[in-house]
């Protein structure tokens, strides 16, 4: 399984992205997909997940984040508003084959599959 994430790129403050994560596999099989990013010197951390439960967050990010999956295009999204500076980093997504606790889907150590990261600017 391939997971491709595309959207990054340079925002303003306040400013919004779209970020993608193409799955060469039928996404209605996974039962999860996260993203999580990572900035320069500090740890891969939780963004948001997406299951067939729900949708959860990270407190950074509630209210202006916001994950969905669409199963006809294989694709999942993250869709982020107000974008501060300390948004900036990589983005990654991940999937996740079986069911699992939403407590063990906010670690990394839950995902099966991961994609390669794309790189968000937040800047003016």
């Known amino acids: 399984v391939q997971l491709q994430a595309s959207g990054g790129g340079l925002v303003q403050p306040g400013g919004s992205l779209r970020l993608s994560c193409a799955v060469n596999?039928?996404?209605?099989?996974?039962?999860?997909m996260g993203w999580f990013r990572q900035a320069p010197g500090k740890e891969r951390e939780f963004v948001a997940v997406e299951s067939r439960f729900g949708t959860n967050y990270a407190d950074s990010v509630k209210g202006r984040f916001t994950i969905s999956r669409d199963n006809a295009e294989n694709t999942g999204y993250l869709q982020m508003n107000s974008l501060l500076p300390e948004d900036a980093a990589v983005y990654y997504c991940a999937a996740k084959n079986g069911r699992t606790s939403w407590e063990r889907l906010e670690s990394r150590a839950a995902y099966d599959y991961w994609g390669q990261g794309t790189l968000v600017t937040v800047s003016s």
């Open positions: 596999r039928r996404t209605i099989s996974m039962y999860a």
